[in-house]
């Protein structure tokens, strides 16, 4: 798949139509967001004890250290592993891989 990926994939003869269409369209509404200020963003930030779930896939996120220790999760945060293609033999990553696995304090 050499043309797949930003920008050569506007050069794909089964998609790129499509995908300058979608890039043109994202861009237009990204312009008026700016202009008209109609999103705006808030954030919060915690530090919280987690571990990677057992299969690797997902985050567990804790209220405390004793919930951690009794399994009790709070939350999980599903995790998507890379999706474009590799021509190499190197790992499709996630952000779980980055995280403690079950059993250990991060």
């Given at each position: 798949?050499?043309?797949?990926?930003?920008?050569?994939?506007?050069?794909?003869?089964?998609?790129?139509?499509?995908?300058?269409?979608?890039?043109?369209?994202?861009?237009?509404?990204?312009?008026q967001?700016?202009?008209?200020?109609?999103?705006?963003?808030?954030?919060?930030?915690?530090?919280?004890?987690?571990?990677r779930?057992?299969?690797?896939?997902?985050?567990?996120?804790?209220?405390?250290e004793?919930?951690?220790?009794?399994?009790?999760?709070?939350?999980?945060?599903?995790?998507?592993?890379?999706?474009?293609?590799?021509?190499s033999?190197?790992?499709?990553l996630s952000?779980?891989?980055f995280?403690?696995?079950?059993?250990?304090?991060?």
């Amino acid at each position: 798949l050499p043309n797949r990926g930003y920008p050569k994939i506007f050069n794909d003869e089964a998609v790129g139509g499509e995908a300058k269409k979608l890039f043109h369209d994202a861009q237009t509404m990204l312009n008026q967001i700016c202009e008209d200020g109609s999103m705006t963003l808030k954030g919060v930030v915690g530090i919280f004890p987690a571990n990677r779930s057992e299969d690797g896939e997902d985050v567990h996120v804790y209220e405390t250290e004793a919930d951690r220790e009794s399994g009790n999760v709070s939350t999980t945060f599903c995790m998507l592993r890379q999706q474009a293609e590799k021509e190499s033999d190197d790992p499709y990553l996630s952000q779980a891989d980055f995280v403690a696995p079950a059993g250990y304090k991060d």
